[in-house]
């Protein structure tokens, strides 16, 4: 028998190399180029595989892990249980070409399943875990849901399985158990040699029950914090944020980093009654008056002519982005950080819907009305986003000084529900769904019933219009997840193949009536779903 020779010990590295490569470009070492070099290289990795197997030395058995912890909550019906194992097995992507046919897409209802799983409060099935944490890996917006729903056993796992390390860095505390509010000595030594990630966890949980607690062992290690954990530290007093704790806030407008600063200036601008509010209010209300010579009304704007050292204190950045003038730059920034309150009287006495009526002088509108916008959303003033947005009838998005559809979204966000999805439809029965993408995405689910009949009409016209039906996929999508399932019913008529028109796009019919029997599948599967996990 041939003497085998030793290895070099860089050798399946080369093989490895050469194989992404191509034997075209390189080839390894003892592998001559040429037509057979694939087939070389094939059988020199097939004999290194059994070298590196059999070089193997037997080692002493590892430590058998601790069990996992037990789970009390209540265990999923059986009929739930094989319903998650089917969403579990679907694999996005499967199908070819543009047409997606009449099945559901189960990897699309996974989200929605696990919300209702975890309101109920039911147990993950164990032997289920290791395809739900395979599948919140290779999806980011599934792990909150995920995790939650796999419980304590997700960590245990995460760390026998590097693949599943995400769970130990999305669990607050990499699933460490915090000590209770009551046992002092322990929180003080976690917050003070604790890991960082647990440290975020110990401070948020405080904070959520106790918010003058979370900001008192703050302050204790404030001062020798590093500047990025002091950040993220300063960001969790969005919890609970209220005015007592402007004097730390104010105490941070003084960081010595950039950023710190700028999130402390944003929490006190949230603050209407801070002392930095105050401050900016003064300063946008100088910048902004009513010219009473003209024919009508008119608001005025003179921006500010310098960002001086008590405008960057305050959260003013001072160097504009590429493309935007400087003089417009201060001046948003100051109109976002004042107070809502204070332009009634600024402004004559005129409510907000009276203000954002008055015309603009020099082309300020868009600026100065972007800039409330964000206040708005800011400071969670419904009164004035409904002034904002004002009607559903309103021009839409880049009409002359309209409020941009990504602004309409975030002020939509700070109506309740069921105004939201109101405002919505009556858009969408104006404008058509073109336009609505953007809003649709921001209204709970399911959808209100006369938000859904407005998508369900629109669709409708859009069918028989004979419009390019591909066009309206993502608007069909959020359907088959978002309309309510009783409306599936009412959806039966639409699933049969329409004639076409002879302006239409070529096969459009057959792509309607196909959306449609998988809108009409899908909602009757979600009402079984909903049935299986004990709703309704």
């Known amino acids: 028998m041939d003497k085998i020779s030793a290895p070099a010990p860089d050798a399946w590295e080369e093989l490895v190399t050469s194989a992404l490569l191509g034997t075209a470009r390189r080839t390894p070492p003892g592998v001559a180029p040429g037509p057979e070099a694939p087939v070389a290289l094939l059988d020199a990795a097939a004999v290194e595989t059994v070298r590196r197997r059999a070089g193997l030395r037997p080692a002493r058995a590892a430590r058998r892990p601790q069990p996992a912890p037990e789970d009390t909550r209540p265990p999923l019906p059986a009929a739930a249980a094989r319903r998650l194992a089917m969403l579990l097995s679907d694999r996005p992507g499967t199908g070819g070409g543009g047409r997606r046919g009449t099945a559901p897409d189960l990897m699309e209802l996974l989200p929605q399943w696990l919300a209702t799983a975890n309101a109920r409060g039911y147990a993950a099935p164990p032997q289920l875990l290791p395809a739900l944490l395979d599948a919140a890996r290779g999806r980011t917006d599934l792990r909150p849901a995920a995790l939650a729903f796999a419980g304590s056993r997700a960590t245990w796992l995460a760390r026998l399985n590097p693949d599943w390390r995400f769970a130990l860095r999305a669990t607050p505390g990499g699933g460490t158990a915090l000590p209770s509010p009551q046992d002092t000595a322990g929180v003080r030594l976690l917050w003070e040699e604790g890991l960082f990630a647990e440290r ?31 950040l993220m530290f300063l960001d969790s007093l969005r919890t609970g944020l209220g005015a007592d704790d402007e004097p730390f806030l104010e105490q941070a407008l003084a960081d010595r980093s950039r950023n710190v600063r700028a999130t402390a200036a944003e929490l006190l601008s949230a603050l209407p009654g801070s002392a930095l509010a105050a401050r900016m209010a003064v300063r946008a209300g100088a910048c902004v008056a009513v010219d009473h010579t003209q024919d009508r009304p008119t608001i005025v704007v003179e921006a500010p002519h310098e960002c001086d050292s008590g405008m960057e204190r305050d959260g003013v950045v001072a160097k504009a982005p590429s493309g935007r003038g400087e003089r417009s730059w201060w001046f948003g920034q100051l109109v976002e950080a004042a107070p809502l309150g204070v332009w009634p009287g600024r402004l004559g006495g005129r409510t907000p819907e009276e203000i954002v009526a008055l015309p603009v002088a020099d082309d300020w509108r868009n600026e100065l009305h972007a800039a409330w916008c964000r206040a708005a959303v800011r400071q969670g003033d419904a009164g004035w986003a409904r002034a904002l947005l004002g009607t559903p009838a309103a021009p839409e998005a880049g009409g002359p000084g309209a409020v941009s559809l990504a602004e309409r979204a975030r002020l939509l966000s700070t109506l309740g529900s069921a105004e939201r999805a109101g405002w919505v439809a009556a858009f969408i029965a104006t404008h058509g769904l073109s336009e609505a993408f953007q809003l649709l995405g921001v209204c709970g689910v399911p959808w209100a019933a006369p938000l859904g009949r407005a ?16 066009s309206f996929s993502g608007v069909m999508g959020l359907a088959e997840r978002c309309l309510d399932p009783a409306e599936a019913g009412r959806l039966e008529g639409l699933m049969a193949v329409p004639d076409e028109r002879e302006d239409a796009s070529p096969g459009a019919g057959g792509y309607w009536a196909e959306a449609f029997q998988r809108l009409v599948t899908t909602l009757r599967l979600r009402a079984t779903m909903a049935e299986e996990l004990g709703v309704g």
């Open 200 to 230: 975020v966890a110990l401070l948020s949980a405080i904070r959520a029950r106790e918010p003058a607690a979370a900001r008192e062992l703050l302050a204790t290690t404030w001062a020798t914090e590093r500047a990025e954990d002091r």
């Open 455 to 470: 998508v369900v009409d629109a669709l409708n016209i859009a069918r028989d219009a004979g419009s390019y039906p591909w």
